[in-house]
């Protein structure tokens, strides 16, 4: 599989090269919005839409069997679970959870490759904006595979927008800590649209619609993000101190005295068989 992925990734590169006008273009910075820095969400923590409250409020378009599955997990997380939540073992939060940003991101932009740098869990997106495809042999991953295009709205030769679509995500995941949850054939379709504030540069949006099979509808929202203009970096290692852990599909936790405990109330033992010493006859 590793072969295959470094084979595939270089044949790309060699047909980008080759192919799309895009890249063949010299890359003028002045063209581009000035989106660099580091930019915090505006709005409460670990809601999708922002402009709602938290798990039930969110109002989210689940079909029946997904707003059974919803219930459930908030049931278990009423109880002391995790409610599906895969970050819990430091599980990326994947697309599109990640833009509801946990901690700041950076963006930085290049000819080809517009890159979203995520503090929380260190995730990384790479929008490629070179003009290619998608590709049929690339292998899932949480952050899916994404290809942007840049917008010139107002015809001035300066871009305003940039569009993107994601695509190839892989599961576990879920649209929020609440456990609200995405569909099992992991065929997320993400949209995405980001521009500055025209009357305030320091304001950045970011549409986003969400096509899911767990979803009767495609769902909007509006994520809004500030600039700071003094930043501060600091890195989160979400293995530091982790005290989750995953057993037989049942998540536990490390005491304070290194031993195994429940996550819930009532939750029984992990499976201990291979820690029965058998006696040699």
């Not at 997990?73 to 679970?81: F, I, P, T």
Request: proline share 9%; hydrophobic share 35%.
């Amino acid at each position: 599989m590793l072969l295959r992925s470094v084979i595939s990734s270089a044949a790309l590169a060699v047909a980008v090269s080759a192919g799309p006008a895009a890249a063949q273009q010299p890359f003028e910075e002045t063209k581009y919005p000035p989106m660099a820095g580091q930019w915090h969400r505006v709005g409460p923590l670990g809601v999708f839409d922002s402009t709602k409250p938290p798990a039930r409020g969110q109002q989210a378009p689940l079909t029946p069997e997904y707003q059974a599955r919803f219930e459930a997990n908030l049931a278990e997380v009423a109880k002391g679970g995790s409610g599906d939540d895969p970050v819990h073992t430091c599980i990326p939060e994947g697309m599109p959870r990640a833009m509801n940003l946990v901690l700041p991101m950076e963006i930085v932009i290049t000819r080809n490759t517009t890159y979203i740098l995520m503090e929380y869990l260190s995730m990384l997106r790479r929008i490629y904006t070179d003009g290619r495809s998608f590709p049929t042999d690339e292998d899932p991953s949480w952050m899916g595979y994404s290809i942007g295009k840049w917008i010139d709205e107002d015809g001035d030769g300066r871009f305003d927008a940039l569009e993107v679509e994601t695509r190839n995500l892989k599961n576990p995941r879920t649209f929020d800590p609440s456990g609200l949850p995405v569909h099992d054939d992991a065929e997320t379709v993400v949209h995405e649209r980001f521009y500055l504030d025209k009357a305030k540069p320091d304001i950045l949006y970011d549409e986003i619609t969400v096509m899911d099979h767990a979803l009767t509808k495609p769902w909007t929202v509006l994520k809004t993000m500030r600039r700071e203009k003094n930043p501060i970096w600091v890195e989160s290692i979400c293995a530091e101190g982790n005290v989750h852990v995953t057993i037989g599909g049942e998540q536990y936790m490390l005491g304070s005295d290194g031993l195994l405990m429940p996550f819930r109330e009532g939750q029984p033992p992990p499976d201990l068989r291979h820690f029965n010493k058998q006696t040699a006859k």
